[in-house]
């Protein structure tokens, strides 16, 4: 359970990082929905199980599959100042291995240190929102409901700028002065922006954001990641309130936004009037760009495959997962320790190796050492300092693993691209460069499977008009050879049928000229 949990916090945090780099081109790119959603990768790496065994017993590292057999060694001294190697005992399985506990538990002291400070954030952020919303309300004068009675709307002396807040019963507060600080047309803008936040489900997202802080509280970087996932949520809400407005409408929202631009948010409410970033909001609301239907779906489609590929790679029980971890319980000092095995029925001991030349003597008189069945150690590889763990088997055997540095890992996770790549079939290529894997996703080879399907769908619409063209003059022989019918029905019927046809080759020569417009 601890190897999960240390899995988790360092794959959580890679996985923020990762974020905080790419959720500015991508929002460049495909708009601030798209930034907006990838904070869900932290998220789903939180919640995501680790690995069934069967598949850990197949990733993991040699380090977790050690000899089944373990031989150690105590020296003690002998006469003359000498010191002898006797071996003393065996580990019976790989299961439950022999660990000596130290005389402190620090796994279990920075567990509790980490389990208080995480409850302690949760408790001081609930006691302080819910302190804020009571004096948000008690202070109100003016009440109203909006959107069918689901929202209420209020004025108080206790906001600075607008905002919401309420998960169960939703609210929208307006500072007291609102009505003389904005002007009509700001007043409906900031209303359909804190109106957003409670469509969109931003509330709910503040709360589980607060929890993944509270689990890293200790973490800057998710410190850094929760400001900038807060600023990627009032794009995304601009965006929102933006669709499908005149552009004049801009000039009136970003006053709104610089007049309620104040610090202090609380967390858990979604503010107008948060300072982070105004600078990049008002930036946004200058590109009047409309992203293309092709564009969103490369957005979709590069961003889902970056998330896979990333929860792939940091899964909990996977080779670079184990590897990281092992790496930074060995950095920091922390070994966990098993559980003690089940008792087992007594087996004869196997034959041992012979003790190593008894070393020259140590400076006191009872010096004990150990030959541990594994440790790790640095020596330098092609010109560079690596880390080697070794494994050292009963029956002599040695093996030694390198650990990975983090740029390696780094570089094992995909940078996707917006390219055109030429003809070809797969709209998503995999490229090399260096070490960096390369993630393209070809905008050019998606437009042209949408070009095909629109001239596939006109090819059928003429191919309809035809075979329309043709039943009709079918139609006409068969009545013009009619002899039964009274010349009036006959030429009656011939009308009918010449109209039909004539209104078909309109719509041909209609669609003619669009094809060629």
Known sequence: MTGWAVETLIATTLLMLLVLVVRGPVRKAF????????????????????????????????????????????????????????????????AAPVVHAAPIDWLLIVGIV??????????????????????????????????????????????????AF???????????????????LERDLALAHELGHHVRGDLIANWVALIVLAIHWFNPIAWRAFRAFRADQEMACDALVLAGRAQALRHAYGRAIVKSAHGGAVSAACHLHTINEVKGRLRMLSKTRK????????????????????????????????????DVKATIGLQEVPAPPAPVAPVAAPELPEPPEAPEAAAGPHKIEKHVYRYVHDEKKDGKQVKKIVIVRADGGREEVDMPDMAEIEASIPEVRDGKCGQGKPTVEHRTEG????????????????????????????????????????????????????????????????????????DKADRNDKDDD
């Open 31 to 94: 708009g601030p929905h798209m930034a907006y959603a990838l904070w869900l990768l932290p998220v789903a790496r939180l919640l995501l199980p680790p690995l069934p065994e069967s598949w850990r017993e197949q990733a993991v590292t040699p380090v977790a599959r050690a000899s089944e057999v373990i031989a150690y060694y105590v020296v003690e001294p002998m006469s003359g100042g000498h010191e002898a190697a006797v071996p003393v005992a065996v580990a019976a399985t790989s």
């Open 114 to 163: 980490w389990g208080l400070g995480a409850l302690s954030f949760l408790v001081y952020h609930l006691i302080a929102h819910g302190r804020f919303c009571h004096n948000l309300l008690s202070r109100a004068r003016v009440d109203r409901t909006v959107a069918q009675g689901r929202v209420r709307v209020i004025e108080t002396d206790a906001a600075h700028g607008p905002l």
């Open 166 to 184: 309420g998960i169960f019963r939703k609210y929208v507060a307006f500072p007291r002065d609102f009505s003389e600080r904005y002007d009509e």
């Open 291 to 326: 992203l293309s239907p092709t564009r969103i779906a490369t957005g979709l489609v590069g961003v889902s495959a970056l998330s896979l590929a990333a929860l792939g790679l940091t899964a909990s029980g996977t080779q670079a997962a184990e590897r990281i971890k092992n």
């Open 435 to 506: 070490k960096k894997q390369i993630m393209i996703v070809c905008s050019d080879r998606i437009a042209m499977v949408t070009a095909d399907a629109n001239r596939m769908a006109m090819h059928g619409k003429r191919m309809g008009i035809e075979s329309a063209r043709m039943g009709i003059r079918m139609a006409r022989r068969s009545i013009e050879s009619e002899r039964d019918m009274s010349e009036a029905e006959r030429a009656k019927a011939l009308a009918g049928l010449d109209q039909a046809l004539a209104e078909i080759e309109s």
